[in-house]
């Protein structure tokens, strides 16, 4: 090769290594490529204790060693929480004998109304291994704070209130960490396959 040739490939190639990292910093600065960061992964869940549908404590240390997956709503929800507790035990229908060895929590954000007694009643339609959990108003300010959950109380005129919340669904580790927010619009048995990576 003559100088020149080799001159010429030097300049290309440093071209391109230099379109490369240009490249790689436009993917980085965008995000694209990467999965989208909601929050650091650990800052989400940690310990709680709340009081189960039986009227027995139930804390994160009681669901160690299976995949859990983290609900709040409450009794009352016209539609949001009915739908969301009814995915959720088509989800755990699917996952058949496996099921056993995963958990689903639904943390009651009105535990004004939903006492143990009615948690218990309405979750009696629903898959088995679904936990209706509630706290006092601390017990529920600090998993809801843990979770970064949101959820409000609004006055309705006839002098009645319902509850404002966020409907995500948490997928938590075998060992209680956050791993991400479990989707339900698609077919159960997806879901259902993708709780399964985590047993
Ligand atoms: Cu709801």
């Known amino acids: 090769m003559n ?11 440093a071209f391109l290594a230099g379109l490369v990292l240009c490249f790689t910093v436009v993917l980085l600065v965008t995000g694209r ?6 929050a650091a992964p650990s800052a989400i869940g940690g310990p709680f204790r709340l009081t189960d549908q039986n009227g027995k404590t139930i804390t994160d240390r009681d669901l160690r060693g299976r995949p859990f997956l983290v609900f709040f709503g409450f009794t009352h929800c016209p539609e949001i929480c009915p739908t969301a507790l009814f995915d959720i035990s088509e989800i755990f229908n ?9 958990n689903a929590l639904f943390i009651t954000v ?7 007694e009615k948690l ?24 809801a704070k843990g979770y970064r959950a949101y959820y409000k109380k609004v006055p309705l005129k006839d002098g009645d209130y319902t509850m404002d919340h966020m409907a995500t669904v948490y997928l938590m580790d075998k060992n209680g960490a956050f791993v991400a927010p479990f989707s339900l619009k698609r077919r ?4 259902a396959a993708d709780l399964r990576k985590y047993l």
């Open 94 to 102: 699917k996952l058949g004998p496996d099921a056993e060895k995963a």
């Open 3 to 13: 100088p020149r040739a080799i001159r010429l490939l030097l300049v290309l190639s």
């Open 120 to 143: 218990k009643e309405y979750l009696s339609s629903f898959n088995p291994r679904l936990i209706g959990a509630a706290g006092d108003a601390e017990q529920l300010a600090a998993v």
């Open 33 to 38: 490529g990467a999965a989208p960061i909601i």
């Open 110 to 116: 009105d535990p004004e109304r939903d006492t143990p």
């Open 188 to 191: 159960p048995e997806d879901a």
